[in-house]
Each structure stands twice: as C-alpha cells, then as structure tokens.
C-alpha cells in the first residue's frame, strides 16, 4: 500500500479546497521505492518553531481549535551517536469529547529537515481511513518515529537509505528541523475542514 506524506494525506481526497501545506509531496524516481512506516523504540494558528542551542528540555505547541499538538524533546544539542529522543502528544482543549478521522497509521507523523541543506525525510501517513475518539484529560502520544521511502537502488551512503534503515533515530551532524504533525478530519476520510497541526524544533547535532 503506497504511503502519502502528511499534508498530502490530508488533500488527497479533498475536491473543494485544502488547508495551507507546506511539505513536499514523494516523488517516485522510477526506481523500486522500499516504504517505511514503523516506530522507533488546517486552522489559523501558525505553527511554533522552538530551538536553542541547549542540553535543557524545548517544546513546541500548535493549537487550532478545540485541538492542541505539543511536541517535546529532552534537550535540542545532540552528538550523531545519540538516539534522539522526544514525544509528542495531541490533546483536547476543554471538557469533552471528539471523534475524528485520520489515517490508519495514526494521526501523528514526524518530518526531518536539514536547515540550509538538501537531506529531508517527509512524514508518511498510510491512505486508508480509520475513526478515532479523543477525550478531554486522555491525550493521544506518539514518540518521535520514523517514516518514508528510499530507492533499494539507493548505494548505502544514501541519506534516505541510511536514515530509513536505521532501526532508532540518529542524524548526522548539523542543524536539524524535526517536526510533529498530527492530521484531523471531521469525517472518517479527509475532506475540506480538515485540521493538519504542526510543532517544529531545531536540533543541533555534532559530529
């Protein structure tokens, strides 16, 4: 079953218009793609960015709604051997319940963006439909999990085919941009008021 990127996901089914998206839908390269979609170990708010160069605790939020995104990593400086660390969770403000629809891969996905560089990896969310049910004070959590495609032609110094086949999640020294998406639509399928929520944090990890 092919895999769509967050935002993409988001759109796919929409005929009458989509939420404001930013990421990159894949691009197949005309070679065997090997996808990806494992755990490792719309609205008008803008989306947070938060980082320091720091070893103590940063978190991002996003909030559209009745729905906020909180994205958290113990710390934003890393060496490449580190597992890097970090949850983010989807919550309902107030009292109450909601049901909503998102994929059957889970409302939360996870895109790594190297900053000022060409290495990228785009959260992917599998097509199908799936209901769930978000209660006021029961969040829904996802720790910082990996998925995405890379070409099995790809030779093993290739970023994406590197970055995939890692059972955990390292990156390679630089400034990173890891963000938490979390998609929800009002019927079981996307639609038109659909909600993509999105939490960013810069890392910096050395050698």
């Given at each position: 079953m092919r895999t769509l990127t967050v935002d993409e996901l988001a759109t796919r089914l929409t005929v009458r218009s989509a939420p404001t998206v930013s990421s990159v839908a894949c691009r197949l390269l005309g070679t065997a793609l090997c996808v990806v979609v494992a755990g490792c170990a719309a609205g008008t708010a803008s989306p947070s960015i938060t980082g320091s160069t720091s070893t103590t605790p940063v978190r991002a939020e996003d909030t559209q709604g009745q729905y906020e995104l909180v994205f958290e990593l113990p710390r934003t400086d890393w060496h490449?051997?580190?597992?890097i660390t970090g949850e983010?969770?989807?919550?309902?403000?107030?009292?109450?319940?909601?049901?909503?629809?998102?994929?059957?891969s889970g409302p939360l996905a996870f895109a790594f963006d190297e900053v000022g560089g060409s290495r990228h990896v785009q959260g992917l969310m599998t097509p199908d439909c799936r209901s769930y049910r978000l209660e006021a004070g029961k969040p829904i959590s996802s720790s910082?999990?990996?998925s995405g495609v890379y070409s099995s032609g790809a030779p093993p110094s290739d970023f994406g085919r590197w970055f995939m086949t890692?059972?955990?999640?390292?990156?390679?020294a630089g400034d990173w941009k890891i963000t938490a998406m979390a998609l929800v639509s009002s019927g079981i399928c996307p639609g038109p008021d659909d909600i993509t929520?999105?939490?960013?944090?810069?890392v910096h990890v050395t050698a």
């Open positions: 490449a051997s580190d597992v983010a969770t989807l919550s309902l403000i107030g009292s109450g319940v909601a049901n909503f629809g998102s994929s059957g910082i999990k990996k890692d059972p955990v999640v390292h990156l390679p929520l999105h939490a960013a944090v810069l």
